[in-house]
């Protein structure tokens, strides 16, 4: 697609990127984030592996994910979007087709490894152009972007299916061949900023050198990691993480220990999945209008009490504390947090900076869900394990509404 003809079109190119990174996201949470819950129970029953042992390839994935976020966005600052992108997508490819012939732990463990290591690329890159292309809308076209995970998590009773009908090895190199034949097309869309090819950010038409010059942030990397307020930035997303990547991979197995039916367990997936695509959307919206620290503070609370919810389950009507509660909760914070990031500190450095602020989190998501495990392969319970993580969370809510723009000179 050549863009000087996009000038010339009603919809602006930023959309366009909006539409592909959504696609990127949508893969990465279909075949991992989420997908992981699914392929987690027939893994355990075909190999006898214990839950701590199996999990802990989501924790390898976590730690790949944080570890490489602020690589690719030092990557992304460097040689702009695509290329980290297409690069990341092969590797990640690759880890999948190699999930799909594993035989051992040691192999299952270095599929997870590739598949961190390549896909880690789509929490970053895709964000971070967004964040060049978009000003008045930021956060709604980040939540857009973002709520392809939602729908990841919509089709989780398809994937359920696939694998029933089809096999886990077939299913994981489906998903290898779509990243070379899907996602490397789609990566080709992402354009870093608009300026070189004569567009504005929000879409205002040709930009003049005036304007170009006021749209450059001021605040360094260096600086921003001087201050206090990034760092709190950063515990606020860690706690964010905490519950959702401790709980996730176990959620169904929890669910079928504690006698929810596993179709209808499967299918509180897609009511998570309904709560997190109106989350991202409308949270996005609002964090363009609304005091993003109070958006934040209000998804906090609804995580941290969805999580003790979940803990205490023995209804099928308790589903709806994963559905609504922590689906609506983590939804809003996802675009807000980044959102936030970008408005204090600019977009020079955005890329960098939101990479590395999920590195604190991948230590609390390399840990949880092995932790998880052994907590109820040792106890026979995740209750335990799950109330702390909830309870972590909902302490950590005040923290959000403390959060101050740092008074920063440029240079």
């Known amino acids: 697609m050549r863009l000087h003809r996009a000038r010339s079109r009603a ?4 959309w366009y990127i909006v539409g592909a990174s959504f696609v990127l996201m949508l893969m990465y949470g279909f075949f991992l984030t989420y997908g992981f819950a699914v392929f987690f129970p027939v893994i355990l029953d075909e190999f006898g592996w214990s839950k701590a042992e199996t999990s802990l390839a989501y924790g390898i994935l976590a730690v790949e994910a944080g570890a ?3 690589v690719y966005g030092w990557l992304v600052h460097r040689f702009g979007t695509r290329g980290p992108l297409m690069a990341g997508t ?9 999930l799909s012939q594993m035989n051992s732990l040691p192999v299952f463990y270095a599929g997870f490894l590739l598949a961190g290591l390549g896909l880690a690329a789509y929490y970053t890159a895709p964000i971070a152009a967004i964040a060049n292309w978009f000003r008045v809308r930021r956060a709604q076209a980040m939540g857009m972007c973002l709520a392809g995970f939602a729908v990841a998590a919509l089709l989780i009773p ?6 029933e009908g089809f096999g886990w090895r077939a299913v994981l190199a489906a998903g290898g061949i779509a990243s070379f034949c899907v996602c490397l097309p789609v990566c080709l869309l992402l354009r870093h900023r608009p300026e070189p090819y004569g567009l504005a950010v929000d879409g205002g038409g040709e930009v003049a050198p005036e304007v170009a010059e006021d749209l450059r942030p001021e605040v360094s990397a260096r600086q921003a990691l001087r201050t206090p307020v990034y760092w709190l930035i950063c515990a606020v997303y860690t706690t964010a993480f905490l519950s959702l990547s401790g709980m996730l991979p176990h959620l169904l197995q929890f669910y079928r220990e504690v006698g929810i039916p596993g179709d209808l367990a499967a299918f509180s997936f897609s009511g998570y999945a309904v709560a997190s695509l109106i989350g991202r959307i409308g949270g996005g919206y609002l964090s363009d209008r609304i005091d993003k620290r109070r958006i934040i503070a209000a998804s906090h609370l609804a995580i941290g009490l969805g999580t ?3 803990a205490y389950t ?5 589903l709806l504390y994963f559905s609504l509660f922590v689906g609506i909760g983590y939804a809003i914070a996802a675009p807000a947090i980044p959102a936030l990031i970008s408005d204090v500190f600019g977009t020079r450095s955005f890329a960098l900076l939101y990479g590395l602020s999920i590195l604190p989190a991948t230590l609390f998501w390399m840990i949880a869900p092995g932790f998880a495990g052994w907590v109820s392969d040792h106890f026979g319970t995740y209750q335990l394990v799950f ?11 005040p923290l959000a509404l ?10």
């Open 308 to 310: 003790i919810g979940i």
């Open 68 to 70: 490489m976020s602020p």
């Open 387 to 397: 109330a702390g993580m909830g309870w972590v969370t909902l302490l950590a809510t």
């Open 11 to 14: 919809i602006f190119f930023g």
């Open 402 to 411: 403390l959060i101050r723009t740092p008074k920063l000179s440029g240079h």
């Open 158 to 163: 398809v994937l359920r299916w696939l694998v």
């Open 314 to 318: 023995s209804e099928p009507w308790h």
């Open 90 to 98: 092969v590797v990640g490819g690759a880890g999948l087709l190699i």
